[in-house]
Structure formats: C-alpha cells, structure tokens
Nanobody, 121 residues
Framework: QVQLVESGGGLVQPGGSLQLSCAAS????????VRWYRQAPGKQRELVAG???????NYADSVKGRFTISRDNAKNTVYLQMNSLKPEDTAVYYC???????????????WGQGTQVTVSS
C-alpha cells in the first residue's frame, strides 16, 4: 500500500514563507509526476505546481516567481517552497502523485489528506 502525507502548513503573515512537504511511503517502485493542488473555501481545487520524474516543473500563473516545487527522490519527498505569501494563497494544499507499486508494478494516482495554509495578519 502507498500513502502520501503532507506537512508544513500553518499560519503565516502576508509576505512570509512556508515549505510544504509531501512524503510517500509504502510499497513504492517508482514515483512519476507529482503535483500540488489547493482548494480555498467555496472554490474549486486548482493546480498550483507540478514536477515530472525528470525534474521538469510547471506553475500556475498566480504563483510563478513565488513558489518553487522540488523533489528528493532518495527520500520519496516533494517540496513546495512558498515565498511572498498573500492572503489569497490561503487554502488546503493537497499533494497528488502517480506512483508505481512494487507489488504489481501498476501505476496509480494517489492523494494526500491535505494541509491547511492560512495567510493572515
């Protein structure tokens, strides 16, 4: 079984920084693309950033230049460094990943449970 666990959320003032982590555990053969999504109250879930297994990245226009996604394959962990945070970044942040299970080598899509980020003075 494979699990994704996010951590690093919290309350931060506007202009501050947070680093989110998404750690995968379990019967992992390989981790392919990983993405961070967020969902604010009353809004649809939106893609924030993504990173491929080769390290190519993409970002939503709203976070370009402020957020950086990275991965440590040895630790099965993906990070989202968030700088210059704004109140409109307030949301629950979710990790989503395509992971091959070493028990059957099938690639499945997994979601974490989410971590709350609140940007407020």
């Amino acid at each position: 079984q494979v699990q994704l666990v996010e951590s690093g959320g919290g309350l931060v003032q506007p202009g501050g920084s947070l680093q989110l982590s998404c750690a995968a555990s379990g019967s992992i053969f390989n981790i392919y693309g990983v993405r961070w999504y967020r969902q604010a109250p009353g809004k649809q879930r939106e893609l924030v950033a993504g990173i491929t297994s080769a390290g190519s990245t993409n970002y939503a226009d709203s976070v370009k230049g402020r957020f950086t996604i990275s991965r440590d394959n040895a630790k099965n962990t993906v990070y989202l460094q968030m700088n210059s945070l704004k109140p409109e970044d307030t949301a629950v942040y979710y990790c989503n990943a395509d992971i091959a299970d070493r028990r059957d080598f099938y690639t499945r899509n997994y979601w974490g449970q989410g971590t709350q980020v609140t940007v407020s003075s």
